[in-house]
């Protein structure tokens, strides 16, 4: 059973940084989709970017497009978030998701990532 556990998030004011991590255990594959998607007070959860694990080349939303940085460590089984000069409206519950052995990453819906983490909590202050 796959299960992705996160961790880091927290509290900044504008301009700062967090990072968020997402590890994977029980993956069963060597490479497949992983995304982030994040939900705001009241707002639909979007998903804000996405990697396959084998390529490594990441796409995201373009309301975070040069400000986070999602990468991935196979030998770790683990993603990353990096975000910086964070915004307001960046706040939100964050989630990992992921499709093991998937492809064609971006063109998949969120209800296609089958698992899911727990959310961590971002909250930036103007």
């Known amino acids: 059973q796959v299960q992705l556990v996160e961790s880091g998030g927290g509290s900044v004011q504008a301009g700062g940084s967090l990072s968020v991590s997402c590890a994977a255990t029980?993956?069963?594959?060597?490479?497949?989709?992983m995304a982030w998607f994040r939900q705001a007070p009241g707002k639909e959860r979007e998903r804000i970017a996405t990697i396959h694990t084998g390529v490594g080349v990441p796409t995201y939303d373009d309301s975070v497009k040069g400000r986070f940085t999602f990468s991935a460590d196979n030998a770790k089984n683990t993603v990353y978030l990096q975000m910086n000069s964070l915004k307001p409206e960046d706040t939100g519950m964050y989630y990992c998701a992921a499709i093991p052995g998937g492809w064609d990453c971006f063109s998949r819906g969120q209800f296609e990532f089958h698992y899911w983490g727990q959310g961590t909590q971002v909250t930036v202050s103007s």
């Open positions: 029980g993956y069963g594959y060597s490479s497949g989709c």
